[in-house]
């Protein structure tokens, strides 16, 4: 060993981000499986010179007046040579040289060495993916794969597969692009540490909008809740903890910057921002934006469940495309949410004037 070796592990953690006093211990570690392999021993101590850069290893051994265990015990005479004051029974450190070592031996403390830098990189990478657990974070396009769509993505120093399945709408992404992306899980498995991204999750509108408005990173805005049917539309809930401040305003920006700059980066992605409420009414009513409701009847027996009643000529615009209006704004809510028009009727009539029923689902913060 050589100051070489000191200057490998200096580049190894330069390019790798494994630390140097990491691989020392598995260089260590290594020569004292060496140790035990060659010797039958690992009695051993082993500790680098920092002036010469040499791993210096030493094997402690018995002093005995007659050899049985070459590998364990050492003649007195030659124990003086090392300590004079030493007596039979006492140990004494033995310096080696690895030189000595057998080739199986080196083989051996190689592979150590070797599954040393695959495990500092492993823990590296779960290190790495689990600072950014539940983050967006921009992540470099390396490879799509032509027949699933999949897209390998360098995340810092570390990769992740960004599958068809979690891309929003028909976008497409070519190697070298940079895209933001939410860590919605990490997984250590067998074959390593897995970050599972997306960006058809809800919570990456979430992160958008904490990037982009100020008054939501510094708490002065709340995002109490979001809904979203990716690629097509989202709803998100807000409220403000400063009265001077408007929620949907600050989320939007001037002449619809930051809201637009949000849409922009999800394709043309519809986003409806609406002001949260503690009365259940209010909210549900505020939820189904963009269209005007004239009365929320709310169960009187707690089971989450109201009616909802909007201006004729508004229905299909509270109900929406195929019912996502109302199905977005029960995710939002929380609340299983029955539309009527104004001219329609309750109680005795309601069988010939079936409410439009939007499915209830748990809102997602």
């Given at each position: 060993m050589?100051?070489?070796?000191?200057?490998?592990l200096?580049?190894?953690e330069?390019?790798?981000?494994?630390p140097?006093?990491?691989?020392?211990?598995?260089?260590?570690?290594?020569?004292t499986?060496?140790c035990?392999?060659?010797?039958?021993?690992?009695?051993?101590?082993?500790?680098l010179?920092?002036?010469?850069?040499?791993?210096?290893?030493?094997?402690?051994?018995?002093?005995?007046?007659?050899?049985?265990?070459?590998?364990?015990?050492?003649?007195?005479?030659?124990?003086?040579?090392?300590?004079?004051?030493?007596?039979p029974?006492?140990?004494?450190?033995?310096?080696?040289?690895?030189?000595?070592?057998?080739?199986?031996?080196?083989?051996?403390?190689?592979?150590?060495?070797?599954?040393?830098?695959?495990?500092?990189?492993?823990?590296?990478?779960?290190?790495?993916?689990?600072?950014?657990?539940?983050?967006?974070?921009?992540?470099?396009?390396?490879?799509?794969?032509?027949?699933?769509?999949?897209?390998?993505?360098?995340?810092?120093?570390?990769?992740?597969?960004?599958?068809?399945?979690?891309m929003?709408g028909?976008?497409?992404?070519?190697?070298?692009?940079?895209?933001?992306?939410?860590?919605?899980?990490?997984?250590?498995?067998?074959?390593?540490?897995?970050?599972i991204?997306?960006?058809?999750?809800?919570?990456?509108?979430?992160?958008?909008?904490?990037?982009?408005?100020?008054?939501?990173y510094?708490?002065?805005?709340?995002?109490?809740?979001?809904?979203?049917?990716?690629?097509?539309?989202?709803?998100?809930?807000?409220?403000?903890?400063?009265?001077?401040?408007?929620?949907?305003?600050?989320?939007i920006?001037?002449?619809?910057?930051?809201?637009?700059a949000?849409?922009?980066?999800?394709?043309?992605?519809?986003?409806?921002?609406?002001?949260?409420?503690?009365?259940?009414?209010?909210?549900?009513?505020?939820?189904?934006?963009?269209?005007?409701?004239?009365?929320?009847?709310?169960?009187?027996?707690?089971s989450?469940?109201?009616?909802?009643?909007?201006?004729?000529?508004?229905?299909?615009?509270?109900?929406?495309?195929?019912?996502?209006?109302?199905?977005?704004?029960?995710?939002?809510?929380?609340?299983?949410?029955?539309?009527?028009?104004?001219?329609?009727?309750?109680?005795?009539?309601?069988k010939?004037?079936?409410?439009v029923?939007?499915?209830?689902?748990?809102?997602?913060?």
């Amino acid at each position: 060993m050589s100051n070489e070796v000191i200057d490998a592990l200096d580049l190894l953690e330069k390019e790798r981000g494994i630390p140097k006093e990491y691989m020392i211990d598995q260089i260590i570690k290594a020569i004292t499986t060496a140790c035990k392999n060659s010797y039958g021993n690992e009695n051993c101590s082993v500790h680098l010179n920092e002036e010469t850069g040499e791993f210096e290893v030493f094997l402690r051994k018995t002093v005995v007046e007659d050899v049985q265990d070459p590998n364990h015990e050492i003649l007195l005479e030659k124990a003086r040579k090392i300590d004079p004051t030493c007596v039979p029974g006492e140990e004494v450190s033995v310096q080696l040289h690895t030189k000595e070592f057998g080739r199986i031996a080196a083989h051996q403390a190689r592979g150590v060495i070797r599954q040393g830098i695959r495990a500092g990189e492993r823990g590296l990478m779960l290190k790495e993916f689990e600072s950014k657990h539940q983050e967006l974070v921009t992540a470099q396009v390396e490879r799509v794969d032509p027949h699933s769509g999949a897209v390998s993505v360098r995340i810092g120093k570390s990769e992740a597969i960004l599958p068809r399945s979690e891309m929003v709408g028909d976008e497409t992404f070519h190697e070298g692009d940079h895209i933001k992306v939410y860590v919605v899980d990490v997984h250590d498995g067998e074959k390593g540490p897995r970050a599972i991204i997306s960006r058809t999750h809800p919570d990456l509108v979430k992160r958008l909008f904490e990037n982009e408005v100020p008054e939501i990173y510094d708490g002065t805005v709340e995002v109490k809740a979001v809904s979203r049917e990716a690629g097509s539309r989202t709803k998100l809930a807000v409220c403000s903890h400063n009265p001077s401040v408007d929620a949907v305003g600050a989320c939007i920006g001037a002449r619809g910057a930051r809201v637009g700059a949000i849409v922009e980066e999800l394709g043309g992605e519809k986003i409806d921002i609406v002001e949260y409420d503690e009365d259940p009414a209010k909210f549900v009513a505020n939820a189904l934006s963009p269209a005007t409701v004239l009365h929320v009847e709310v169960a009187p027996d707690g089971s989450h469940a109201c009616r909802v009643t909007v201006p004729d000529n508004q229905l299909s615009l509270a109900i929406g495309n195929k019912g996502q209006n109302a199905r977005l704004a029960a995710k939002l809510t929380g609340w299983k949410i029955d539309i009527k028009p104004e001219s329609g009727f309750y109680g005795e009539e309601e069988k010939e004037e079936t409410p439009v029923k939007a499915p209830a689902a748990d809102a997602q913060a």
